[in-house]
Structure formats: structure tokens, C-alpha cells
């Protein structure tokens, strides 16, 4: 595999543009026919206040360029774009992102504009979710939720092997009720999960009661590995939170299989066998989940993207086919 390929490979199909758009960088990519992902390339996402919307799907346009000039003689015939925030799909509407500072932007049209091409615009952690189900830890799985854990929490919801939408507020799972005495979320709630359990909330929350700065969770856990209290006390909480919302959501939504990625999945055994115990201890007639590690990483959402642009690209095929024209 050459080093500015990425993979797994998607298999045969058209030739698109991926782009997954974050706060602080975009990653692109462009996929050929045979399913390799080339050029993956991480940038800086700029954003300028004024006008957050067009300034992004300008990079975008300056993006497609550069990956085009790479690889003369490859036309892609459809762009992916996915986005955090809350996203409405059918519509092309990034709704609202704290992070970009848009409202009700129309991100697919502009990106149609600028791009000469058909985009399938979605939402970044429901396209890793679609990723995860058909190339990742969720294959075979029809009833599965995908977690992120990192800085905060996010979620995608699968049934029937369909993300649930819900307008584009679905799989706020970091912003679900943990504790009502809670401290305050970013997103102004108190108690969320994502301010008890998420990799930062883990550092904070040790550093604020022992008074030792640590970088990160992994820090938290070889502290409580070592022996000290407070660092267990904080590491038990997370897990019993993380453990009380997959119940919530095993007794609603009973998933087959919770997958589980983002930079604390990588703390391994050490949490998802007690994670698995206290699971087991909090149901009793459920359809028990399996807990599954996430297995394409940070790029999980990219190839989402372009899974996303290859379907929208055979929605057009088989309608030209179908004679229904272009």
C-alpha cells in the first residue's frame, strides 16, 4: 500500500471525492474505481466567522483541486461531505455547529456549486457508524450503536441496519441525563454523560479533585492501576455512567452489539471487561449487547463519507439505467 493510501479498500464502484469536515481539520481523500482511498490528507479547517458556511466549502473546492491534479485521468462523478453538528440529511442543511458557528447553512447546495458535482452531505459521526457497519466492528450486525468516546461523547444509531436520524438530532448519547447534580456540559445541561465519561471529562475531573494535572485518561487509569484512590473513584464513575446509559439504551433500542471506539476504547481490557460486568449487573431479561471495539479508527468517518458519495453515485446509475435520465 502506497503511503498516502488508506485502508481497508471499499471494493469496485464509481470514482468520488471524500471530504470529513471537522472543528479543527478535514480530512480528504480521493477513491478510485477499484475502492482504494488515495491522497488522504489532513488540513486545517478555516473558518472564517463571517460567513463559516461558504469559507469551508471554499477549502473544500481548493481540496478537490489538488487531490484532481494528483491523479490526472481519475474523474470522480459524485463528492461526500460530512459534518459535525446537528445535521439534516434529506434537507442538506447543517442545522446548527457550536464549533463552526453556522445555523440552517445549506451546506449540500453550496457544495454542488462549488464542486460541479452531486454531494451526499451527512453527518460525520453517523456516516463512521454506516463505516464501522459495513466495513468495521458492526459487520453482521443489523440493531447496533457506534460510541466515540474522545473529548466528548457522540453516537450512531442503526436499526434495521438504517441509521435513526430523527431530524438530525439522534445519538446525542453524550448529551443524555448521567447525574442531575452533575457538573455543567459545554452544551449548558448539567449532568450529561460526556461530563462524567468521556476521555476529558475523566482528566478534568481527576485534576480538579486531586489537584494533579494529567494529560489525558490514559494518565487517570495507570494512576488508578497503581493504587491511587482518587483516580479509581474517578475511573469507577465513568464506567458505571457508561454502564448505566448502554442499559438505558439496551432496554429501548436493544442493540446487538454496542461498538465502541474514540481514544478511550484504546484503554482495551481495562474497560471493557468491568464495562461488560457492570453491564451484565444492571439487565436481567434483555437481549444483552455485545461490546465490541471500533477497528477503523479516526478515519472511520472519511470512509463513511465515501461510502455515502459511492451510493449516491448508484442512486443516479440505476435511475439513468431505469431510463429515468440524469
Same mark, same amino acid.
Given at each position: 500500500m502506497a503511503a498516502d493510501e488508506l485502508s481497508p479498500a471499499l471494493g469496485p464502484g464509481a470514482a468520488v471525492l471524500a471530504f470529513d469536515v471537522g472543528g479543527t481539520d478535514t480530512k480528504s481523500a480521493l477513491i478510485d474505481r477499484a475502492g482504494r482511498v488515495l491522497g488522504l490528507r489532513r488540513t486545517t479547517t478555516p473558518i472564517d466567522p463571517a460567513d463559516p458556511a461558504a469559507s469551508v466549502v471554499s477549502s473544500l473546492a481548493e481540496l478537490a483541486l489538488a487531490h484532481l491534479a494528483e491523479r490526472p485521468g481519475l474523474d470522480p462523478v459524485a463528492v461526500g461531505i460530512s459534518v459535525p453538528g446537528i445535521v439534516d440529511e434529506a434537507d442538506g442543511i447543517g442545522v446548527f455547529a457550536s464549533n463552526f458557528g453556522w445555523r440552517d447553512a445549506p451546506i449540500r447546495a453550496l457544495g454542488e456549486r462549488a464542486l460541479g458535482l452531486p454531494v451526499a452531505f451527512g453527518h460525520d459521526v453517523r456516516a463512521a457508524g454506516d463505516a464501522e457497519r459495513r466495513l468495521g466492528a @458492526?459487520? &453482521?450486525? =443489523? =440493531? #447496533?450503536? #457506534?460510541? @466515540? /468516546? &474522545?473529548? &466528548? /461523547?457522540a453516537g450512531s444509531i442503526l436499526l434495521g441496519g438504517r441509521p435513526l436520524v430523527g431530524g438530525g438530532f439522534a445519538g446525542e448519547i453524550g448529551h443524555s441525563l448521567a447525574d442531575p447534580h452533575g457538573d455543567r456540559c459545554a452544551c449548558g445541561a448539567i449532568g450529561c454523560l460526556e461530563t462524567i465519561a468521556s476521555a476529558g471529562a475523566i482528566a478534568r475531573r481527576y485534576t480538579a479533585t486531586s489537584g494533579i494535572a494529567v494529560d489525558g485518561a490514559r494518565e487517570v487509569l495507570a494512576a488508578a492501576a497503581a493504587g491511587d484512590a482518587v483516580a479509581a473513584a474517578v475511573w469507577n464513575d465513568a464506567l458505571d455512567a457508561l454502564a448505566d446509559s448502554i442499559a438505558r439504551l439496551t432496554a429501548t433500542i436493544a442493540p446487538q452489539a454496542v461498538v465502541i471506539g474514540g481514544g478511550l476504547s484504546q484503554a482495551g481490557s @481495562?474497560?471493557? &471487561?468491568?464495562?461488560?460486568?457492570r453491564l451484565d449487573a444492571r439487565l436481567s431479561f434483555h437481549r444483552r449487547p455485545e461490546l465490541v471495539r471500533a477497528r477503523l479508527g479516526d478515519d472511520a468517518g472519511l470512509l463513511g463519507t465515501a461510502l455515502a458519495a459511492r451510493d449516491l453515485a448508484d442512486g443516479f446509475t440505476a435511475r439513468i439505467a431505469d431510463g429515468g435520465g440524469s
Open positions: @458492526a459487520r &453482521g450486525y =443489523d =440493531d #447496533v450503536v #457506534v460510541l @466515540a /468516546i &474522545g473529548t &466528548g /461523547i @481495562a474497560l471493557f &471487561g468491568p464495562l461488560r460486568e
